[in-house]
């Protein structure tokens, strides 16, 4: 009251020009909240997984000091803890060395970064999702990455091509999150589905079934506008790629209403409307209704693949079935994360040195194993015992190199803004406000009005 | 000896000779004087330290914002922007999201400003009929207040899903078909005002009780003596006496629903199909996920005119007029 008194209570042209000016100032400030954009949890693998490597090298010469990194799977638990064992060797082998990591939420993680880097500090090494990588890379604000020798190039997978710019190397691939086709393998028989489908017609069937002779939902997928980006990852990495789809073509121009997407978001309408999909809920309630045995279908990644046999619900590694996604080619999605040096970075000669070591086979394998089942930089694969364990997984390592980039062609860095334009005409199309030929077509007509064509 | 050098004793002098002729009258005049001008000097320090906080923290902050929005700023590299004059402005025009974005605000703040006003008083008189367990009310309906805003965003996003949300779970059980709660563009809307008045409704009511407990009684009494009825005692006293009150408590609302950000973003983002991309939404959405600080500016300057409008309109009109 008192507050409100005084105001109310204020005399005089300065004094009401000075509130007008702080009340502007608040609603300046409107802009100044925290970020909230869900996506998946990475898998937690076992400490059992991780062997800390570097441990018998010998003291390596080199770049001494300090050096910061950052990710926000630190703050994941045992994945998180394994992985920093891993990173952290690095002190063992290089006396005088320190590493500190900088934890972040997921959420926070894009916008704290970006805000730091954008005022000239962040840490040393970071790593970035693929548009984040990509606005970087835009800005100016990587370093190449100059101290791989030619037998660790060789070793990279093909993904690592993405973080070449004319003759710089901008990183590498910390982890390749892969789109596959993920099954219960009991609601399957109990549905009395013999094989996993091969096509969109026998995908549509099998859900349908499942549905009706189980009463569980036959398919889950993202479907909400309020995980904008997630869904529009989601969806292009199973049903734009796996139907030969693209946004943009190799000169990077929207190809948004080519006949190949139409037909994928007809196919995605009919399964949505089809009552065996499980709509209008987030992954937060359809992926442990899948780990729980009450979804019959997803087409999800390896990480995820993992936690949902991991957790201890009722999907076990043997019954959870894994496979290519069935659509008309072979390609599946793939979210690239890289792993960077900051160009604000104090210790650049420093993290020069320690994103060479961590190439290394010893580091790569220590990595592999203690993030088991993701997919890493360089082609090593985890142990015998890991595969037999979780043999849905062996299906993600053959496919790392059918993935393709969720990102725009030619101008990554603005994915996002595609994503924000196009998913509300696909929301149209599963809300029966337009057909599929017609939401495209104004998706096209606004992502050029918006975006523009290179 | 230059003419400044001279003043100075000359000046003191004089001004000696006024305290000791001041003194002659009343001893201390000249103290009092002294504490004049001591106090003069303490009362320009309090205004250059308001003053000076108004311009580094306000004055400062809102011309910068301007300026960013005359370029093309990249949040990833601020430093290398470059001026673009009113293409940031224009390109908001171009695409017609502007348009859409502020009338959504403007549904948004009516909505919300006026529910929960509607809602705020209603709960105020309604707690100053009870006769027992006022305090117990009072503090139950003040609790939405206290929690923020984030956790009442992801407590309403679970009791609003679709499919194992409680009130979805409830209409089943009468055999109501599930509400599309945060699915349906126009449903997200209705959703997300509801959540925000939730938030906002017991402010409204605590002022509003404050503001009842100054209507003296026995200007009650005598009307109820004089034979006035319910409502034209509410009418000729009690509202006189609150109006002031419900009208900077409404400024604050049209400026606490025009700054709303978390309750939205985490519920809907803006969807579905853009049915709640309010103003903070696509201010944030283009500064932070977009990068764009220029364009990001360029809605928040466009944003602060009607607020700006609304603020003058209560000083200029509103206000003398409950005044008078």
Not at chain 1, 165 to 193: H, M, P
Request: charged fraction near 15%; proline fraction near 5%.
């Amino acid at each position: 009251m008192s507050i409100l008194s005084g105001i109310t209570g204020l005399r005089g042209r300065s004094m009401r020009l000075a509130s007008l000016v702080t009340i502007s100032a608040l609603i300046f400030s409107a802009c100044s909240s925290t970020a909230a954009t869900p996506t998946p949890a990475p898998a937690q693998p076992t400490s059992a997984q991780t062997a800390a490597p570097g441990q018998s090298a010998a003291a390596t010469p080199g770049p001494t000091g300090t050096l910061t990194i950052a990710d926000w799977e630190f703050s994941e638990g045992v994945f998180g803890t394994n992985v920093e064992k891993v990173l952290k060797a690095y002190e063992t082998s290089h006396p005088g060395t320190t590493i500190n990591f900088q934890q972040m939420s997921y959420d926070s993680y894009p916008t704290t970064l970006k805000t730091q880097i954008g005022a000239g500090g962040g840490p040393d090494i970071m790593v970035l999702l693929g548009q984040d990588f990509a606005a970087l890379q835009k800005a100016g604000d990587l370093l190449p990455v100059t101290s791989l020798t030619p037998d660790e190039i060789s070793s990279l997978r093909p993904a690592n091509k993405d973080a070449v710019f004319g003759s710089d190397r901008l990183g590498y691939i910390w982890e390749t999150v892969i789109y596959g086709f993920l099954y219960n393998k009991s609601l399957f028989s109990q549905a009395g589905i013999t094989a996993a489908p091969t096509d969109f017609a026998s995908l549509l069937s099998d859900c349908q079934l499942i549905k009706s002779k189980t009463g569980k939902f036959g398919y889950a997928a993202r479907n909400m506008t309020n995980e904008t980006e997630a869904w529009y990852e989601d969806f292009t990495g199973t049903w734009t790629i796996g139907y030969g789809g693209a946004w943009t073509d190799s000169s990077g121009k929207f190809t948004i209403n080519s006949a190949a997407n139409i037909q994928a978001v007809t196919d995605y309408a009919t399964l949505y409307k089809s009552g065996c999909y499980d709509t209008g809920v987030k992954a937060s309630v359809f992926r442990p209704s899948f780990e729980n045995g009450d979804v019959g279908i997803l087409m999800d990644n390896a990480n995820a693949g993992y936690t949902y046999t991991s957790a201890g619900g009722k999907l076990t590694d043997p019954t959870m079935g894994s496979g290519p996604l069935p659509f008309p080619t072979k390609y599946s999605g793939m979210q690239q994360l890289y792993l960077t040096i900051n160009k604000n970075s104090k210790s650049a000669a420093l993290a020069q040195s320690y994103m060479e070591w961590l190439l290394e086979p010893a580091q790569q394998k220590a990595l592999v194993e203690a993030t088991a089942p993701q997919t890493t930089a360089s082609t090593v694969i985890p142990s015998d015992a890991f595969n037999a364990a979780h043999p849905w997984a062996a299906h993600y390592y053959s496919q790392a190199d059918n993935g393709v980039s969720l990102l725009m062609n030619v101008r990554p860095a603005l994915t996002n803004q595609l994503a924000t334009t196009l998913m509300p005409y696909i929301a149209k199309v599963l809300a029966g406000q337009m057909s599929a030929t017609d939401a495209l077509n104004a998706a096209q007509q606004a992502a050029v009005s918006a975006i523009g064509n290179p | 000896m230059t003419p400044e050098m001279r003043a100075e004793p000359a000046t003191a002098s004089s001004r000696s000779l006024g305290g000791i002729r001041r003194g002659l009258g009343t001893p201390d005049a000249g103290s009092r004087g002294r504490h004049r001008r001591r106090g003069s000097r303490a009362a320009y320090a309090y205004v250059l330290a308001a003053f000076a906080y108004l311009v580094v923290f306000v004055l400062y902050p809102i011309g910068k914002a301007i300026w960013i929005s005359l370029t093309s700023t990249d949040l990833l590299s601020p430093t290398k922007n470059e001026y673009i004059g009113l293409k940031n402005y224009q390109s908001l025009l171009d695409g017609g999201i502007l348009q859409h974005t502020l009338w959504l605000t403007v549904i948004f703040v009516a909505a919300v400003s006026v529910l929960s006003m509607v809602v705020g008083v209603g709960a105020a008189l309604l707690v100053e009929t009870l006769v027992t367990g006022k305090a117990t009310a009072r503090t139950l309906l003040a609790l939405p207040w206290t929690i923020p805003s984030v956790v009442i965003a992801l407590l309403f996003d679970l009791i609003l899903d679709q499919r194992i949300g409680v009130v979805n779970q409830i209409l089943q059980l009468g055999n109501l078909p599930p509400i599309n709660w945060l699915t349906d563009d126009t449903v997200a809307m209705v959703s997300v005002i509801g959540v925000t008045v939730w938030n906002l409704f017991p402010f409204v009511m605590l002022v509003t009780m404050a503001a009842l407990a100054t209507v003296p009684g026995e200007l009650s009494e005598s009307a109820s003596v004089d034979g006035a009825g319910r409502w034209a005692m509410a009418r000729h006293i009690t509202l006189p006496y609150i109006l002031p009150t419900l009208q900077i408590v409404s400024l604050f609302l049209i400026i606490w629903a025009f700054q709303q950000f978390q309750i939205l973003w985490i519920m809907t983002q803006g969807g579905p199909i853009n049915g709640t991309d309010v103003v903070s939404i696509e201010l944030y959405r283009t500064a932070f996920l977009f990068n764009d600080l220029g364009r990001a500016s360029a809605i928040g300057v466009v944003a602060m005119i009607p607020a700006l409008l609304i603020t003058l309109f209560y000083f200029r009109v509103a206000k003398p007029m409950v005044t008078r």
